[in-house]
């Protein structure tokens, strides 16, 4: 593939959203052929980030934005995860929080920008992430 | 003999966040049990959310020296436990009967 794929999906913040995103993700890849198990791999890694932007950057306030924009070149897939609230990845011993060890043991790489809401950014290689955990 | 029932509890389709009450209220049901068989064969997919159900559980049941057996057989499912660092802290078999048998041992032990 030498121009890259897009995917780009902006809504609020509610709690079915993750697993409607989570599903259009699926859709973009099976498009470009990518593997079932790695398919299986990225979406779990996407849906961790999309679950903590909607259960936890916005507490009990009202629901903000969410949004998510992948692009796909070559066998690079990029995922940003951005919402509007603050970072609050809970740490695994309370039984939650497991997101984030999820994501980085799937990811290439993990980044986490809080200069402007959350955003989460991982990096996917797409023939191998169900190979390097 | 004295033996004690194992309560099953079945999962089914996508285990994930828009689903939690209704998780952690399925896990419920087993509150009392002392042999648990947690069937995940109708999962199509497992998140956090329903980590955090399983390990809540877990948790209390340990209390009550309940025993758990796990029936996974989606291969997502299988990785997400890996993921997470979980996979050994849960008895997982593929089917109903090995698990079902591993909860017989334990009761006899």
Known sequence: MNETAQLNVRCAADGDRPRLIRHAVDSF????????????????????????????????????SL??????KDTDLEVEVKDDGRFLFRPSHEGRGFGLRIIKAIALRVEIDRTSGTTVRMLFNTRLSHEIA | MNQTPVVVVKFDGELEFS????????????????????????VTYADSTALAALI?????????????AMVVVLPQFDRLLRYAGLHDAFAVFPDRGAALTYLAEQKAQ
């Open chain 1, 29 to 64: 890849l099976q498009i470009y052929k990518i593997d079932r198990a790695t398919r299986d791999d990225i979406i779990m890694a996407v849906g961790e980030a999309l679950i903590n932007a909607v259960e936890h950057a916005y507490g009990d306030e009202a629901h903000g």
């Open chain 1, 67 to 72: 949004e998510l924009h992948a692009h796909l």
């Open chain 2, 19 to 42: 689903r939690r009450e209704e998780l952690r209220e399925k896990f419920l049901s087993a509150a009392n049990a002392l042999s648990v068989l947690l069937d995940f064969s109708g």
């Open chain 2, 56 to 68: 809540a559980f877990q948790k209390a049941s340990r209390k009550r020296a309940a025993r758990i």
